[in-house]
């Protein structure tokens, strides 16, 4: 080993540990080619508040021959936040490249941008693969039960047919191992309808299977996303770089390991590299399709690699993909961020596995790393790959302090009633009207000092808005992202001066009296300190025993409180549930509603 027993210590003192990816868990539901049984299984999920995925041909039968306009039905799954996606202009078995960008031409002009794909057939080659990168960000593939989606690649995503011939029992049970394990499931299907437990139906699911897999999904808490929202939360855009096909430097190249039969001197060929790797009986875990470059750890006289990309100056987390020929051997890899020590760090890996590689600040608009030999740890000479690159832009950060003066009990504390009374939903409460907000938010479980959701709301001038968030609102008046883990998180949004706007459901909207500065690191921004922290003329109530409140009392969600808001009381009194005519949310309804209203009567919110 070429390495120096002082280099050595110093990269042990650097070295990062293992970071797991997490997927999940999560679910996803996707349908392919296009039926005109959608516009009634858009109704469930519109009744549950969930999107779904559909993959379609434009030339099918239903969005163009049916009876009615199939594309508005697509752009009303749009709006509730389905994703739109290619499955081939003509449902092409071959998956040729007229077909694929036909249709993604077609989806283009009707307003469904960033498509992905999913192959007809299951079709999945390398070539392919190569054809629909051009294309869509993802290629996902069909498979049966049992399976799961993780770990997975841009260009290999397994979904599992979901259809009447199968048990809710086994469902029930896949549910509860994403749960446990942090996955991704994908569910797939064609058509709805048919009938629960008809043996042999792989292509129908009926209404009452439907519902019981969205009944256990939610008794679990897993959030519903598309496909393409999991994908942005794990590949952020812009941001993979793919170390076979980006700006690696050639003369490496010739040093890479060849396929067997290959002529001598080796030629690199991406597409017999690709074949190669695929090839392998390297099965633990999945990560056919990757495109790779790897070391073999016997040969140290590797010329250093660069990747790059140019993304937006900012701070970055970077984590690789990287895999391993034999993943009981040990390896040691370098890699830098910078060209003048390119063996600055390095990471230890035993596993095929997602590592971190650490932060990095981007100033020049060009991320890039240098990756080095690979030395054995301990196993024995074997291949190390790098995978996937990924940068992943730290969130902006909205950091506040609010109190609801229905729930505040004085001395700088909210009750968490609800929370004790196990009424907070798992999913945001915002997606109904006035709101009418999509997020896919979700929780199983709310810590004990939860009190309730809370609706937040970037603007980038005082009416301007830029982005929306669901939080949680703990009882100390803090606010923090559905992770539990800390502030608001807001991704793919940079670095400014925001006015931030808090909603609830039962209490008036405020905003900050300024744009205040966010970014990855936000300090404090505490409402409750002074009416002069919110816009506007009386923004707040004082509250008993000092310090000012959001004002309680909008039980019908009108913006302004007024004697229409004890309407809602009047009807749900003494009824024990999350309503939001439970102003001073005691969890049940009663008169002392209605006196929260009639303190605040008339009063109405200052967002602009
Ligand atoms: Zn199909």
């Known amino acids: 080993m070429k390495r120096k027993i002082i280099l050595l210590i110093t990269l042990l003192l650097l070295s990062y540990g293992y970071s797991n990816a997490q997927y999940g868990p999560v679910v996803s539901f996707t349908y392919d080619d296009g039926s005109d049984t959608w516009p009634a299984l858009f109704n469930v999920f519109q009744e549950y508040g969930f999107p779904a995925v559909v993959y379609i041909n434009a030339l099918n039968w239903w969005v163009n021959g049916a009876g009615y306009n199939a594309v508005n039905t697509l752009l009303e799954m749009k709006a509730a936040g389905w994703e739109v996606s290619n499955h081939t202009y003509n449902h092409d078995l071959g998956v040729t490249e007229t077909n694929v960008s036909q249709m993604k031409s077609w989806l283009d002009s009707h307003e469904f941008p960033n498509s992905g794909f999913a192959s007809p057939n299951n079709d999945w080659s390398h070539s392919r693969v190569n054809i629909v990168k051009k294309y ?73 299977l439907l519902r019981l897999v969205l009944n256990a ?29 980006d700006s690696m430097q050639f003369p490496v190249l010739p040093y890479f390991e060849q396929p067997e039969n290959q002529a001598e001197p080796p030629v690199f060929n991406t597409s017999v590299w690709n074949e190669y790797w695929h090839n392998t009986t ?113 969130p902006l950060l909205v950091n ?30 915002f997606k109904k009207a006035p709101w009418n907000y999509l997020g896919t938010e979700a929780r199983a479980t709310f810590p004990a000092n939860v009190v309730d959701w ?39 949004i940079s670095n400014g001066n925001y006015y931030v706007v808090v909603r609830h459901r039962n209490h008036l909207a405020i905003m900050t009296s300024s744009a205040i500065a966010l970014s990855s690191s936000s300090p404090l ?44 009381i009047i009807t749900n009194l003494n009824n024990f549930a999350y309503l939001d005519a439970d102003v001073n949310m005691s969890a049940i309804v009663t008169a002392a509603d209605v006196t929260k209203i009639i303190s605040n009567l008339n009063k109405s919110t200052n967002v602009p």
């Open 217 to 245: 999904v939610v008794e679990r808490g897993i959030p519903v996303k598309s496909v393409r929202e999991v994908i942005n939360d794990f590949f952020p855009p812009d941001c993979v770089i793919e170390c076979s096909k």
């Open 400 to 429: 506040i302090k609010v109190f609801l003066e229905g729930p505040y009990n004085g001395s700088g504390t909210m009750t968490t009633t609800l929370n004790t009374q196990g009424l907070i939903p798992k999913y945001q409460p």
């Open 136 to 208: 869509s960000s993802y290629y996902s593939r069909a498979t049966e039960l049992p399976g799961m989606s993780q770990p997975f690649d841009l260009y290999h995503i397994e979904r599992i047919n979901l259809t009447n011939r199968d048990n809710i029992t086994t469902i029930r049970t896949m549910l509860d191992s994403a749960v446990a394990n942090n996955k991704w499931i994908i569910f797939i299907a064609h058509e709805f309808g048919g009938t629960y437990r008809t043996p042999d139906d792989t292509w129908y699911q009926s209404d009452s």
């Open 454 to 492: 809370v609706l937040i709301e970037l603007r980038s001038d005082s009416t301007t808005i830029v982005s929306k968030r669901a939080g949680l609102l703990l009882s100390d008046g803090s606010v923090v992202d559905v992770d539990g883990s800390g502030p608001v998180k807001f991704k793919g």
């Open 282 to 394: 390297w099965t633990d875990p999945h990560l056919i399709g990757s495109p790779v470059v790897y070391y073999n750890t016997s040969n140290d006289s590797l010329q250093v690699m660069k990747f790059h990309r140019y993304v937006l100056n900012g701070q970055y987390d970077v984590t690789a993909t990287i895999l391993l020929k034999n993943p009981g051997g040990t390896y040691r890899l370098y890699y830098s961020f910078d060209s003048t020590n390119t063996a600055q760090y390095n990471v230890v890996v035993n596993k095929n596995s997602d590592v971190s590689l650490g932060p990095v600040t981007v100033t020049n608009g060009q991320f890039a790393l240098y990756t080095q030999n690979a030395d054995v740890v301990s196993g024995g000479a074997g291949d190390v790959g790098w995978a996937f690159i990924k940068l992943f832009a730290k």
């Open 525 to 568: 921004y505490d409402f409750t300190i002074a009416q002069s922290q919110a816009y506007g003329t009386d923004p707040l109530v004082a509250l008993p025993g000092g310090g000012f409140g959001m004002i309680a009392g909008d039980g019908n969600n009108s913006t302004i409180i007024t004697a229409s808001d004890v309407t809602p």
